[in-house]
């Protein structure tokens, strides 16, 4: 089978960012219709010179609702399969819908997105919140069911990617994912990995950023960059346009190939610090608190 050269797969879990649904007040939010992933989808295709093999594919749903602009292209009850072509979407399916929290699920989406659309290189973006160790991509349609790190490993491996087989990047446009263990487990279904550290803005990444560079098909590195600087610097715009101070956003991308090192190192520290503390007159209760009243934590 002949590969394109990229493909970016964008598992987009609505949610309440799309639908505005208050789950504490059981409403929709009656002050504003929120619609965040409705527009990055008008984001991302104002973006021109797609080429020809240069995919953008999608798996949306986990919303109770959507925004009318894509109401043509999405129903909100079932799981919904489409891909960019010249600045349109185009519906490929629809599937009985399910929980996008489900490892099946999102097995079934690489599966499907890797032999549709094979490309030399393969991206997943994961759309919606995220908990660090609490998972991502909470499906509000299933009692916010989210994907454990555990049911990621279960997806991503039972996709087929692994040693032999790797995606070129994972994203996730989601708050607090930027975790070691998340890394760690990263490492062995992917090359890079871009996260935050701290909570996103709803909004999250701005795509036409960076999905240029992409179709330009440019390096990795560029690419990743762009997706950074590209958040940061439109985050910086709005915090300063509507006076919120100095912006607390967050985004990094991670060379995986570096995992194995970090984890020997990590550990070696670990290793010399617990030594060094049960040979002190330090009490271990002592130390936590100093150590809790002086690092830098996020998601407050």
């Not at 973006?125 to 009692?143: F, P």
């Not at 100095?246 to 010399?272: E, G, R, V």
């Amino acid at each position: 089978v002949e590969e394109d050269a990229w493909t970016v797969l964008v598992y987009m879990c609505g949610a309440d960012l799309e639908s505005g649904w208050d789950s504490y007040e059981g409403q929709y939010d009656p002050d504003h219709d929120v619609y965040y992933a409705s527009e990055d989808l008008t984001e991302i295709k104002k973006v021109t010179n797609q080429p020809n093999d240069v995919n953008v594919v999608f798996e949306a749903g986990g919303s109770k609702r959507w925004s009318n602009t894509y109401k043509s292209l999405i129903d909100a009850t079932k799981l919904n399969r489409f891909h960019l072509s010249g600045r349109n979407y185009v519906l490929d399916e629809r599937i009985n819908n399910a929980s996008m929290g489900q490892a099946s699920t999102l097995k079934s989406f690489v599966e499907w997105g890797m032999e549709t659309y094979p490309a030399e290189k393969t991206a997943l973006v994961l759309w919606n919140h995220g908990g660090g160790m609490r998972g991502v991509c909470y499906d509000e349609n299933y009692n916010d069911d989210s994907l454990l790190n555990s049911e990621m490993i279960t997806a991503l491996s039972g996709a087929g990617l692994g040693s032999s087989k790797k995606l070129e990047w994972i994203g996730y446009d989601a708050c607090l994912m930027a975790v070691q263990d998340i890394a760690e487990f990263n490492s062995a279904y992917a090359n890079y990995m871009v996260c935050s550290e701290e909570s996103e803005a709803g909004y999250g990444w701005d795509y036409d950023t960076w999905l240029d560079d992409v179709f330009a098909k440019r390096s990795t590195e560029t690419i990743l960059t762009a997706i950074v600087d590209g958040f940061i610097s439109d985050t910086n715009s709005l915090y300063r346009q509507y006076n919120w101070g100095a912006s607390d956003q967050t985004l990094s991308w991670l060379d995986l190939s570096q995992m194995p090192a970090y984890k020997t190192a990590f550990d070696a520290f670990a290793t010399a610090l617990s030594n060094k503390l049960k040979s002190s007159n330090v009490k271990a209760n002592t130390f936590k608190n100093w150590v809790l009243s002086n690092v830098k934590y996020y998601g407050e």
